[in-house]
């Protein structure tokens, strides 16, 4: 069975470092089309908003660049 990556919600920061580095498999939430532009960020988490959007060695990248360590993969 292939490897789904997820995101632990209650361990993220909210960096952004996964979404800079593989956009294509994460975003951070409130990044979706019509969201506030004024409302402050700092709640964000990051979310999976494609899991097969890039390859495992892309995704590993941005589990390994988290500093909260919240990435993680489903079996």
């Not at 960096?15 to 956009?23: G, I, K, T």
């Not at 409130?30 to 709640?43: A, F, Q, R």
Request: one cysteine or more.
């Amino acid at each position: 069975m292939a490897k789904v990556v997820a995101v632990d919600q209650d361990c993220c920061i909210g960096c952004e470092v996964c979404a800079q580095l593989c956009p294509q498999v994460f975003r951070m939430s409130g990044d979706e089309e019509g969201h506030d532009h004024n409302h402050d960020h700092s709640d964000n988490k990051s979310t999976v908003h494609n899991p097969h959007g890039a390859s495992e060695a892309q995704i590993e990248t941005a589990m390994d660049a988290c500093p909260a360590a919240c990435i993680y993969w489903q079996s």
